[in-house]
């Protein structure tokens, strides 16, 4: 596991500087502040009460809180795959929403490099992406995301 | 119903970015030609008329709107004045007096989302989405029936390029 804390702003990683195995690990949020959520909200224009009204959230739907967009949970995973290689060289990125994120969750980013393979264009690199939370309440951690992500790196 | 077009303005990119923990860029604002967000596209809902999730401050009939879903008069969420027509559309679900309403239709649950970019989304494009159903699946949950719903959406340039292709699947639990 490299230490990802170095790569923030660092420059995108070259195809020499990737290796199949290698697993890079990402905090993308602490302590998930539900004034996030309702940034993530105002941003996205989603305002799916859900996300950001607590009296609705617990009281109507049934919920112990809010919970985090899905899309927040994905858009911060996103901002890590970046950190690594770069927003422009991305080819695809998809996941599957497993588990909800609830405010007090700590998030990281666990990406993995699959395959490497030559391509016209340069090399195109593979990569599993999970996203794991650590609740602030009961410490336990579970994955809320899992997927995969394509990027075209420099030679 | 979707966006009719998507421009992608430098100050809502900032404030994308800023929801998602990024550092603001060199100058303060992203500059022409800079790359959104991997999960930009996302927030084309901003700009569809129509977007559900939106709330809409409530305006009575005789002030425009046709017709809409109507919601019993005097019910959670839908006070109507003395005199006034009911709302041209149905007020919002979430917590005011009363703590909302339950609905259903506002698609549900967002159980995976896939991007293919055909290259970046960049400050300055205008965008124009088209969305088409995709496939349509149930499956047994714990809790009853679960119904699945894809929905792809191209996100082409004024020049007729592809963008970016999004394909987003939404649960929806069917009451037992």
């Known amino acids: ?155 | 119903m979707g966006a009719l077009r998507f421009p992608v303005e430098a100050g809502h990119v900032l404030a994308f970015a800023r929801a998602l923990g990024a550092a603001d860029p060199p100058g303060g604002l992203p500059r022409a030609g800079d790359a959104a967000p991997a999960t930009f596209a996302i927030a084309a809902a901003q700009f569809d008329p129509e977007y559900p999730l939106r709330p809409r401050p409530w305006t009575p009939k005789a002030r425009g709107g046709s017709g809409g879903a109507s919601l019993p008069k005097g019910g959670p969420g839908g006070w109507v004045p003395p005199g006034e027509e009911e709302p041209a559309e149905p007020p919002w679900h979430g917590s005011g007096a009363d703590a909302g309403l339950v609905t259903e239709g506002v698609g549900g649950l967002h159980a995976e989302q896939h991007f293919t970019y055909h290259r970046p989304i960049r400050v300055g494009d205008v965008l124009v989405p088209s969305t088409r159903p995709g496939e349509a699946w149930e499956k047994q949950g714990r809790s009853g029936r679960l119904r699945f719903r894809e929905r792809i959406t191209e996100f082409r340039d004024e020049a007729g390029q592809l963008v970016v292709t999004a394909r987003s699947v939404s649960v929806q639990r069917e009451a037992s």
């Open chain 1, 1 to 155: 596991v490299t230490a990802p804390a170095s790569r923030r702003g660092a420059a995108a990683l070259r195809a020499d500087e990737l290796a199949v195995g290698q697993t890079f690990e990402t905090v993308v949020v602490t302590d998930l502040k539900r004034t996030q959520i309702v940034q993530y909200a105002g941003a996205s224009g989603d305002y799916n009460p859900l996300h950001t009204d607590e009296v609705y959230a617990t009281m109507v739907a049934g919920y112990p809180s809010v919970f985090a967009h899905g899309m927040l949970t994905m858009g911060l995973t996103g901002q890590a795959i970046a950190g690594l290689v770069g927003t422009e060289s991305l080819l695809r990125f998809g996941v599957r929403f497993t588990a909800q994120v609830w405010p007090g969750d700590t998030l990281t980013v666990r990406t993995s490099v699959i395959r490497i393979d030559e391509a016209d264009g340069g090399p195109v690199a593979e990569f599993s992406v999970s996203t794991m939370a650590l609740s602030a309440t009961d410490g336990e951690g579970r994955e809320v995301m899992s997927g995969y992500a394509q990027a075209r790196l420099a030679a």
